[in-house]
Each structure stands twice: as structure tokens, then as C-alpha cells.
């Protein structure tokens, strides 16, 4: 009995270090850094749709915009530990549960995890890009996507191991759109703490932001798949060369702003997140 009670107490004390003040903070401000990332890949697509050209509209092109700008290098170091703060909620969340009465399923305990990886990842690139390596976040996301195919492919089955996870990756973008539109949003949210204005206003950019976001991703997965089934590296498309896509459509660049003008309702939203959501 003295066993199990001490067992228990230490798990008691391990969720509670998990949803603490320390790791919420963490989370909040891992919100605001997706936020920023999301808001200046809107306006670099912006520019892209009305110029034609300009720089790189994907993580990397929103890494260099950054250390561009006066203090950048300080302010990286800011958003990569902002992220890596992010990276950790996720892990708290795979470890002892999200929020909420379901938050201990198995499955949502898995995609923390995977969420965990992504973001250690993105803030290890971020900040390996302040410490000077110049091609680490800050790289082409077309190249990489290339390259990562190219390899694939190599491999016995490549065709296969490509096409799944260009089904992945367009089935994720399908279900980040269909959850936008259902709202699926406001139940991660402290919707009671929001004035009736407040919450018609972040419901317009959740749904908005999530669906733009969604058919980017539905989209890159779609590239992805093409490039399984003709074994064809090239066809694999990054953030960068999936929204200029858009613009040669017969909408022309106006669907690749309306994208644009999403994605960075997106990051608008992220930071609603950062204000409201349930950690």
C-alpha cells in the first residue's frame, strides 16, 4: 500500500510539474512564435502575388525576413526558444494528457508526440540559424522537399513510402481544413472569457486560417503523390513552389492572396491561442 500511495503521489507531483505555470508560459509563447512565423509567410506571399518574384513564402524565407531587421539575430534567438517552449507543452501533453475530459487518449497522446518532434526540430533550425548556420532553418523548403523525395525514392518500395506519405500529408491538410470549418477549435479555447465580438472575431480567423492552411497542405501532399506515381522527384513541391502554384491557376494570383491573406489569418489565430487556449 505505502508503495502504490508513494507511486501515485509521485505521479500527482509529475502532472502537476507538467501543468504548471512554467510549462503553460511555454506554450503561450510558442503560440506567438507560430504566429509570427505564419503572419510573414502571408505577407511574403502577398508580395509574391502582386510582384510576381520576391523572396521565399515558407519558413525560411520568414527566417531570413527576420534577421533582416534590426535586433534580428536577437529576436531569433527569441522565437527559436519561443518554439523550443512549444516543444515542450507537446511533450507534457504526450506524457500526461492534453486539457479536457479526452485528453489522455492514446491517439492524442501520439500526434503530441509527433507535434513535439516537429516543433523541436523547427526551433533547433531556427536556432541554428541565429547561432550562423545560414543553411540550416533558413533553406529552401522546395529544395528540401526535393531532396528528401529524390532519397526516397532511392530506397527499395521508394515509390510506395513516397505516395503514403504524400496520403499523409493531403489526408492531414483534408482534416486541418474540415476541423476549421466545424469549428473543432473552440473546445481548446476559454470561449467564456471572450466578449460575444471577441469570439465571432476569433471564430472568422480560426476558420479562415484553418482552412487556408489545410488546402496548402492538401495541396503539397497532392504534389507529393504525383511525384510517387511518375518518379519524378521534381513534382514534389515545398511550402514556397505549392503557393505559387496557386497563382497560375485561371484565378490567377488573386487565389494565391486570398491563400496569403489565410495564412496569416492563421498566425492572427495563433496568437488568439496564445491568449486563450486551454494549457
Known amino acids: ?51 510576381g518574384g520576391g523572396k521565399q513564402a515558407d519558413r525560411g524565407g520568414a527566417i531570413a525576413e527576420i534577421a533582416q531587421k534590426p535586433f534580428g539575430t536577437v529576436l531569433l534567438w527569441l522565437l527559436g526558444a519561443a518554439l523550443a517552449g512549444m516543444a515542450v ?46 543553411g540550416s532553418g533558413g533553406g529552401s523548403s522546395d529544395k528540401n522537399s526535393q531532396d528528401v523525395t529524390a532519397k526516397a525514392l532511392d530506397w527499395p518500395g521508394g515509390q510506395w513510402i513516397v505516395g503514403i506519405a504524400g496520403v499523409a500529408v493531403a489526408a492531414a491538410g483534408v482534416w486541418i481544413a474540415v476541423r476549421g470549418v466545424m469549428r473543432k477549435f473552440e473546445k481548446h479555447l476559454k470561449m467564456s472569457e471572450m466578449s460575444q465580438k471577441t469570439r465571432k472575431v476569433v471564430d472568422f480567423f480560426g476558420v479562415f486560417g484553418g482552412m487556408a492552411r489545410g488546402i496548402v497542405f492538401a495541396t503539397a501532399g497532392g504534389f507529393a503523390i504525383a511525384a510517387a506515381v511518375q518518379h519524378k522527384p521534381g513534382k514534389a513541391k515545398g511550402m514556397d513552389d505549392t503557393l505559387r502554384t496557386f497563382a497560375d491557376t485561371p484565378a490567377g494570383p488573386w487565389l494565391l492572396a486570398l491563400i496569403a491573406v489565410g495564412l496569416t489569418a492563421f498566425g492572427v489565430f495563433s496568437w488568439a491561442n496564445a491568449r486563450w487556449r486551454k494549457v
Open 1 to 51: 500500500m505505502a508503495t502504490g500511495s508513494a507511486t501515485a503521489h509521485g505521479s500527482g507531483q509529475a502532472r502537476r510539474a507538467a501543468n504548471s505555470k512554467a510549462v503553460a508560459a511555454a506554450a503561450r509563447a510558442g503560440f506567438v512564435a507560430r504566429g509570427v512565423i505564419y503572419v510573414l509567410i502571408g505577407v511574403l506571399a502577398l508580395r509574391i502575388a502582386f510582384s
Open 89 to 134: 507543452w507537446r511533450l507534457s501533453e504526450a506524457a500526461f494528457g492534453q486539457a479536457g475530459p479526452d485528453g489522455e487518449k492514446p491517439g492524442k497522446r501520439a500526434m503530441a508526440a509527433g507535434r513535439f518532434v516537429f516543433y523541436g526540430f523547427v526551433s533547433y533550425s531556427v536556432l541554428s540559424y541565429a547561432a550562423g548556420d545560414k
